[in-house]
């Protein structure tokens, strides 16, 4: 199964392999040269069709968790300062993820969308810290009943050049529902209130929708 937002690239894409499989088998003589063309272009189709692949995932929605947004690695825990929404600090978990990695973007908790605000900005590497702040982002908080207001910031990386957002204030948010979509590289932050137990650890494998994140009783 594919995103919806990968829709009209594949049909280019697939369409585009096609015309150059069929150039090369009638310009390319050379049996090696042809068909080594051949496998470079069906590798493209293929880096670009696993993208947008969307994996059907069931998620056991409790509001004591937050989930991974994102599928990706755990690359920073730690206690910052939020300088957007919250202004003070929070606990800042934040999974990065590389083109391989399934890019659709997960609602973390359910309760109801206080704030989404989209950011224009600069395209840095992904794991830079300045990334969180001046690149291309979103910026969304959720009210959960348990958690309180849980804040999430898509980040676009140095490939990235489009954020989709489908959270809108006052929307009914649903844990492990899709909520968005980042092209070609990406990170996603997610900001939680201070003294939450942490369930995961740096380095570790996060996948979107089943990963427990934190946990508060």
Same mark, same amino acid.
């Given at each position: 199964? /594919?995103? #919806?937002?990968?829709?009209?690239?594949?049909?280019? *894409?697939?369409? $585009?392999? @096609?015309?150059?499989?069929?150039?090369? !088998?009638?310009?390319?003589?050379?049996?090696?040269?042809?068909?080594? =063309?051949?496998?470079?272009?069906?590798? /493209?189709?293929?880096?670009?069709?696993?993208? /947008?692949?969307?994996?059907?995932?069931?998620?056991?929605?409790? !509001?004591?968790?937050?989930? *991974?947004?994102?599928?990706?690695? @755990? +690359?920073?825990?730690?206690?910052?300062?939020?300088?957007? %929404? /919250?202004?003070?600090?929070?606990?800042?978990?934040?999974?990065?993820?590389?083109?391989?990695? @399934?890019?659709?973007?997960? %609602?973390?908790? $359910?309760?109801?969308?206080?704030? $989404? #605000? %989209?950011?224009?900005? #600069?395209?840095?590497?992904?794991?830079?810290? #300045?990334? $969180?702040?001046?690149?291309?982002?979103?910026?969304?908080?959720?009210?959960?009943? +348990?958690?309180?207001? @849980?804040?999430?910031?898509?980040?676009?990386?140095?490939?990235?050049?489009?954020?989709?957002?489908? =959270?809108?204030?006052? !929307?009914?948010?649903?844990?492990?529902? !899709? =909520?968005?979509?980042?092209?070609?590289?990406?990170?996603?932050?997610?900001?939680?209130?201070?003294?939450?137990? &942490?369930?995961?650890?740096?380095?570790?494998?996060?996948?979107?929708?089943?990963? &427990?994140? *934190?946990?508060?009783?």
């Amino acid at each position: 199964m /594919f995103h #919806k937002e990968g829709g009209k690239i594949i049909l280019i *894409a697939t369409t $585009s392999t @096609v015309i150059l499989l069929l150039l090369i !088998d009638k310009f390319i003589t050379l049996e090696w040269l042809r068909m080594s =063309a051949m496998l470079t272009v069906l590798f /493209f189709l293929v880096m670009i069709l696993q993208f /947008f692949r969307n994996p059907k995932r069931v998620t056991k929605v409790n !509001d004591n968790h937050v989930i *991974a947004p994102v599928d990706g690695k @755990v +690359v920073v825990i730690e206690e910052v300062y939020e300088a957007e %929404y /919250f202004k003070d600090k929070r606990l800042q978990v934040s999974i990065f993820m590389s083109p391989i990695n @399934v890019h659709v973007t997960r %609602y973390p908790v $359910s309760g109801k969308v206080k704030y $989404s #605000k %989209y950011h224009p900005g #600069k395209y840095l590497v992904a794991w830079d810290p #300045k990334s $969180s702040t001046e690149n291309e982002r979103t910026t969304i908080v959720v009210e959960n009943r +348990v958690f309180g207001e @849980v804040l999430y910031r898509q980040i676009a990386g140095a490939l990235a050049k489009r954020i989709v957002n489908y =959270a809108k204030e006052g !929307d009914d948010a649903l844990q492990g529902e !899709d =909520a968005g979509f980042i092209k070609f590289g990406s990170r996603v932050d997610i900001y939680l209130p201070l003294g939450t137990e &942490i369930n995961v650890k740096l380095n570790q494998k996060a996948v979107g929708g089943h990963t &427990i994140v *934190a946990t508060k009783m």
